[in-house]
């Protein structure tokens, strides 16, 4: 599987980005994707994740109620729609496949793709 990223941007505290990510090649196999971060300096972070079947969706705590992550299997894209973004959230992001429902992205059949810079100023 491959994912290609897009989306991200320069923008000021309290303005919305989506971010793409498309999927290509074995996608049947996928169970989850996600959405992770990195800011400078840190570790890369868990964002949101959703089935590619069925409708559970998971949030992290920093970002629910603010972010939105929905799929379109038609297209093979996953979206992170990004509201009331703050200068914390400025990181670059990464959206990973998983073939396993519960694997949570740590284990090393983990597709990721590139990541797509997110800035925001204050």
């Known amino acids: 599987v491959q994912l290609q990223a897009s989306g991200g941007g320069l923008v000021q505290a309290g303005a919305s980005l989506r971010l793409s990510c498309a999927a290509s090649?074995?996608?049947?196999?996928?169970?989850?994707f996600g959405w992770f971060r990195q800011a400078a300096g840190k570790e890369r972070a868990f964002v949101a994740s959703?089935?590619?079947?069925?409708?559970?969706?998971y949030y992290a705590d920093s970002v629910r109620g603010r972010f939105t992550i929905s799929r379109n299997n038609a297209k093979d894209t996953v979206y992170l729609q990004m509201n009331s973004l703050k200068p914390e959230d400025t990181a670059v992001y990464y959206c990973?496949?998983?073939?396993?429902?519960?694997?949570?992205?740590?284990?090393?059949?983990?597709?990721w793709g590139q990541g797509t810079l997110v800035t925001v100023s204050s």
């Open positions: 990973a496949a998983d073939p396993k429902l519960y694997g949570d992205f740590k284990h090393e059949d983990t597709y």
């Open positions: 959703i089935r590619w079947r069925g409708s559970p969706t």
């Open positions: 090649g074995r996608t049947s196999g996928v169970a989850m």
